[in-house]
Each structure stands twice: as C-alpha cells, then as structure tokens.
C-alpha cells in the first residue's frame, strides 16, 4: 500500500558553512526523496528556541539554540514512501561517530553537536515542523 509522507529536513550550519548543501541534496534525491519545497535562510535564536522546545529541559538546550541560529542553514519538505523513517534511516544516529556507513552523519557530522541534518521523528512532528517553516 503506498504511503506517500512528507518528512522536514534541515541542512545545518556546519553543513552549509563547509559547502556540502549541493552533495547533501544530491544524496536525498538519489535516494528517491523529492525536494518539494525548500528556503536557505538565518533563523533567531528565539526561533530556535521554539522550534527544538521539546529539548527545553536538557542540558544541552541553550547551546543547541545558539548554534542552529548561528549561521545560514537549508530548510526542506522532503516527500518520499515512508519519508520520515527513510529519512531518519539515511541520516543516521545522533552522533556521528555511532552512526552508520553510508548515512550522512557518518559522512558529514563533525560531533554530536554539529551533526549536519536534522529529520523530523514523527509523521506528527513532520507536520508541526514544516508548518513551523512554511506555513504563511
Ligand atoms: P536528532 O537530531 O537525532 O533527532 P535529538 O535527540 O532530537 O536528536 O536532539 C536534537 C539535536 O540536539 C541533535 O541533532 C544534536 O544536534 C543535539 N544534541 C542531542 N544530544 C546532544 C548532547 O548530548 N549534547 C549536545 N548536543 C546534543
Ligand atoms: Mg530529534
């Protein structure tokens, strides 16, 4: 049965500074994702903030926010069967260095930190998320 979602992708700013927005997009279209909508842009840190609230209490949480508003980042709607799974599978762990081979954290990231991609976990939280980006 087809299964068509939607899944939001974030190229980070330790991607986008060391050039890697063209090869990133090229690995998604390469893995049958069509990039349906997509904006390079700078977010607030307040912005940032909103958008990773369910983090608020880790320790992490400023620093997080800081960083994604540090510098220009790529915003995308991926569409792909099963995009939210798919997309998680290819971006790979959390911190790169647990990562797989072949997945674009293992490729790209640099720490747990500036780990390059972010991917929505949820077929729920895709939707809040690219709402988030693109509704207007
Ligand atoms: P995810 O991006 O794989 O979904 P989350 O747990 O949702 O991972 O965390 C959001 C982001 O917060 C991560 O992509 C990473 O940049 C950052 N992060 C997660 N855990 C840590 C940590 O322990 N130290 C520093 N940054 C972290
Ligand atoms: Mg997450």
Not at 21 to 48: T, Y
Not at 77 to 97: Q, W
Request: net charge negative.
């Amino acid at each position: 049965m087809s299964n068509l979602e939607q899944t939001l992708s974030i190229i980070k700013p330790d991607a986008v500074e060391r050039n890697l927005e063209n090869e990133i997009k090229e690995i998604f279209k390469n893995n049958g994702f069509l990039i349906v909508k997509e904006k390079k842009i700078q977010i607030e840190k307040s912005e940032a903030e909103k958008f990773y609230k369910v983090h608020e209490t880790k320790p992490f949480y400023s620093d997080l926010c800081a960083y994604l508003s540090s510098g220009p980042i790529v915003v995308m709607v991926l569409e792909k069967e099963n995009s939210v799974l798919a997309n998680r599978e290819l971006m790979g762990a959390t911190n790169p260095k647990e990562a797989k081979e072949g997945t674009i954290r293992k490729r790209y990231g640099i720490s747990i930190d500036k780990n390059s991609v972010h991917g929505s976990d949820s077929v729920e939280n895709a939707k809040i998320e690219i709402d988030f980006f693109f509704k207007d």
